[in-house]
């Protein structure tokens, strides 16, 4: 490892040594850290100046290609995805403990390791949940550049999504306004010398349609209304707009107004960017390639058969990877600890796939090589980031996690335990800062769910207790009880927060013996096979994971499930898109609820990304600011030009 890199360790943990108490603001603890130049944090993990480009001084995109060359040089390190339980809105420390234990393992444990977490979107910076760049002394820094633009991903996405959510109007209004030979016409313009040429991009709908044809004179008036014609069907396209920001007004809009469009107006709306299913085929991709496939692929509307309508047949999917193909590539960037992190993608996993990516994943166990440690993140709730880690990333990536980390905390056990509600900018109620281990008794099955559901994918488990100044050792020994009987591997009280790595030491050294004693990863096995049908497969999870006793699925529901089969969807696995603080579809039964009907509302399909969505009950998938936003925090010194009020 190169020496700068290890003088910075040094210093940051001579640093760690004076912590302040209470600890400082997240923001204020990240810039008075220690910065290592991103090129020396490169050159320590093995990559060359031809392996990636800096973004400035303290971050850098990695090539998406250079996973194979250190495979071959080095093998492949464990793969550890951390997880928790179901949250309180105001989180548990999912976050600052992958990066605590990133630093543990790196920087204390002297392993080497490297943690892959999901870019943040905007919409909860500004909003109600704040950044996630991990918390306290176990953060990524620059942790201002990470939650607000970073590379710039999440923007090429909104534009990708956007430009093709403007070519499907746009193509709807042409097709209704001119008739087959003009239409035809412009789609295929003649040159100054009278002849014409199909561009690069319509060859794909030419092969869907069989023609073989390369000469655009050549096509019969059959072949060329089939080919200008998408006739899509205008009341049920799929695709909508997106904005990276919490904008509740923008659920449901009405496009067309303007008299230029001619009363061709229609009802659609926006989903957040991190929910458009650019950002999962993003994370589910591996290469350039099969991510030009999968963009292609989308489906944004049936047409009037009920055939779905791709981007390919659009002739859109070029640009689309031309506005993608940096995004292609994670962020390296370090925590305060200097342990190299790679960040990318942002899928939220109430409502998408909630994992970062399987490039970056790949990348890291690479870079750490046989023996290392690559740490991964699940969104929110096991029961939904975990699950689709295993069912959705797993199966389309073919690698096998060697070990779970189950994040629980005292204060979201009291409130499954049936402790008062917790709403983030109001004081706690004294059940949680007080001891109540009966509170904690009752809630533990939320916890106990969690374990015996991960168990199923065969993972061996282990518990991190993030510690709450106002928790007794009575609570954490409920807690590691439970754990234990549930069938954990263990359970360890953590201070990463407060502490840095050295607070997490103990789960470092917990997480390698399960590594270790499951290296082949032998036990392995996902929940449902894909063949099954849609139903087959959203009832397993419900029945299996959520304990539902049964589902029931609105008409429209049904209408789509049956579409999505006859359209050759069915195979596809499931991408539950439900509510994070329950395993069933009500946010307020907690604990491990059972006797209940999980509710489908809707389904979408996400072709290209790989799965089916069934919206469980009425979900929104863009969120709203609350009445007092986090933005009323956020600015910037006019000095320093520091940003301020990030959390």
């Known amino acids: 490892m190169a020496d700068a890199v290890v003088a910075a360790r040094r210093e940051s943990i001579r640093k760690l040594a004076e912590l302040k ?63 928790g339980i179901n949250p309180t809105p105001l989180g548990e420390g999912k976050s600052t403990t ?32 704040g950044g996630a760049a991990g918390g306290g002394y176990s953060q990524v820094i620059p942790m201002e550049e990470m939650n607000l633009h970073l590379t710039g991903d999440i923007h090429a996405i909104g534009a990708a999504n956007n430009l093709l959510a403007a070519a499907i109007d746009a193509r709807v209004f042409h097709e209704l306004t001119q008739k087959d030979e003009a239409l035809y016409d412009r789609l295929c313009p003649r040159k100054k010398d009278g002849t014409r040429v199909f561009a690069a991009s319509m060859l794909k709908r030419l092969r869907k349609l069989g023609i073989d044809k390369t000469d655009p004179d050549q096509l019969t008036a059959e072949e060329r209304a089939a080919f ?65 496939r999968r963009l292609g692929a989308m489906v944004v509307a049936p047409d009037m058969k009920g055939e779905p309508v791709t981007a390919d047949d659009l002739g859109i999917t070029g640009a689309l990877v031309a506005l993608m193909k940096d995004a292609i590539k994670p962020t390296l960037m370090q925590t305060l600890e200097g342990t190299p992190v790679l960040v990318h993608a942002g899928p939220f996993a109430n409502i998408a796939s909630g994992n970062s990516s399987i490039i970056a994943d790949q990348i890291g166990r690479a870079m750490v090589g046989a023996g290392g440690y690559v740490l991964t993140e699940a969104g929110f709730g096991a029961d939904i980031g975990l699950e689709k880690f295993m069912n959705l990333k797993c199966r389309s990536s073919g690698m096998k996690p060697h070990c779970a980390v189950i994040v629980a905390t005292v204060r979201a056990l009291k409130l499954h335990g049936g402790g008062p509600a917790v709403s983030p900018g109001k004081p ?43 928790d007794t050792e009575a609570e954490h020994a409920v807690i590691k009880e439970a754990a234990m009987v549930a069938g954990a591997d263990d359970c360890v009280l953590c201070t990463h927060h407060a502490e840095g790595g050295k607070g997490a030491a103990a789960l470092g050294e917990a997480v390698a013996k399960a590594c270790e004693a499951n290296a082949g990863a032998d036990n392995f096995r996902l929940l449902y096979e894909g063949e099954t049908s849609i139903k087959h497969k959203i009832e397993t999870i419900a029945k299996e994971l959520y ?43 907690k604990g491990a609820p059972t006797g209940f009907t999980l509710p489908i509302g809707d389904v979408r399909c996400s072709a ?17 600011l609350p009445t007092r936003p986090a933005y009323y925090e956020i600015g910037v010194d006019m000095e320093t030009e520091q940003v301020l009020g990030l959390s």
Not at 33 to 57: F, K, M, N, Q, S
Not at 102 to 122: D, T
Not at 575 to 580: I, L, V
Not at 608 to 624: D, E, N, Q, R
């Open 228 to 292: 200008a014609r998408l006739d899509i069907d205008r009341e049920k396209i799929s695709w909508r707009r997106v904005v990276d920001m919490n904008d509740r007004f923008l659920r449901k809009i009405t496009v067309g107004q303007n008299p230029t469009e001619k009363g061709y107006t229609r009802e659609t709306g926006f989903d957040i960017t991190v929910a458009s299913e650019i950002m999962a085929v993003l994370a589910m991709t591996t290469s350039l390639a099969d991510m030009e």
């Open 608 to 624: 290209g990304a790989g799965f089916i969505v069934p919206l469980v009950g009425a979900f929104p998938t863009i969120p709203g």
């Open 98 to 129: 992958t990066i605590g234990l990133a630093q543990a393992m790196g920087a204390h444990l002297e392993k080497n390791c490297v943690a892959c977490i999901r870019q943040p979107s905007m919409g909860p910076t500004f909003g109600i949940k």
């Open 21 to 83: 108490s209470p600890v400082p603001a997240d923001i204020d603890v990240a810039q008075a850290a220690t910065v290592v130049p991103i090129r020396t944090v490169a050159a320590a993990c093995g990559l060359t100046e031809a392996d990636y480009e800096p973004y400035g001084h303290y971050k850098a995109k990695v090539s998406e290609k250079v996973s194979e060359k250190l495979k071959a040089e080095r093998g492949e390190g464990y793969y550890v995805v951390v997880a």
């Open 428 to 470: 706690l109620p004294h059940e949680y800062t007080n001891e109540d281990v009966e509170l904690v008794k009752k809630g533990v099955a939320n916890l106990t769910r969690h374990i015996e559901n991960t168990k199923k994918f065969g993972v061996p488990v282990v518990v991190a207790m993030n510690m709450f100044p106002t």
């Open 547 to 589: 304990r539902a006793d049964g589902v029931s699925y609105s008409e429209q529901a049904e209408a789509k499930i049956a579409m999505f089969t006859e359209q050759g969807f069915g195979a596809l696995p499931i991408c539950m898109a439900k509510t994070q603080y329950s395993f069933s579809h009500d946010a307020d039964l």
